[in-house]
């Protein structure tokens, strides 16, 4: 069994910051990428960004410049630094990795249940 873990949700005024974690536990062999999504009420999940395993990263362009992901591979953990947070980016953030179970032999997309992110104008 695998589990992705996020933390570090919350409520924070537009202009402010908060530091997204997600934990992957479980028996796990490999991580491949990880990344981050989200999903705003009415509007269908998106990509915001994700890391390979090498620690290329890629971004959506409504968070450029505002939003730094990160991972440690050793702890099996990907963090997500947002800052200038606009009202826009309230949402709730999950977390994904492409991992390989001990004993299997095909990489899988697993998620977290999600962190709550509302960001007050």
């Known amino acids: 069994q695998v589990q992705l873990v996020e933390s570090g949700g919350g409520l924070v005024q537009a202009g402010g910051s908060l530091r997204l974690s997600c934990a992957a536990s479980?028996?796990?062999?490999?991580?491949?990428?990880m990344g981050w999504y989200r999903q705003a009420p009415g509007k269908q999940r998106e990509l915001v960004a994700s890391?390979?395993?090498?620690?290329?990263?890629n971004y959506a362009d409504s968070v450029k410049g505002r939003f730094t992901i990160s991972r440690d591979n050793a702890k099996n953990t990907v963090y997500l630094q947002m800052n200038s947070l606009k009202p826009e980016d309230t949402a709730v953030y999950y977390c994904?990795?492409?991992?390989?179970?001990?004993?299997?032999?095909?990489?899988?997309?697993?998620w977290g249940k999600g962190t709550l992110v509302t960001v007050s104008s």
């Open positions: 994904n990795a492409d991992l390989l179970l001990r004993g299997a032999v095909m990489y899988k997309d697993y």
């Open positions: 890391i390979t395993r090498g620690g290329s990263t």
């Open positions: 479980g028996s796990i062999f490999s991580i491949n990428a």
